[in-house]
């Protein structure tokens, strides 16, 4: 199993804060694709990825047991 931890506007879209997949193992970029199919969000191109409070690319492997959490880019001021 892998915990995919949702934040801002992720999380209001998804409207949860935590997902769990089903799989021994997974690149960044196919979480991103199992998250926009199931739930219909099209806004992970820009968001940063952390597996393991690791910043990731979208070629890292995302392991049975690890966390993979999709960050927002953040505006303000």
Known sequence: MITVLLFAHLQEEIGESQLTIEA???TVSQVKK???ER??????H???AAVNENFAMDETIVKEGDT???IPPVSGG
Not at 39 to 44: A, E
């Open 34 to 36: 199992w998250i926009e």
């Open 39 to 44: 739930y219909q969000v099209s806004s992970l």
């Open 24 to 26: 021994l193992e997974m």
């Open 46 to 48: 820009q968001v940063m």
């Open 68 to 70: 993979i959490a999709f």
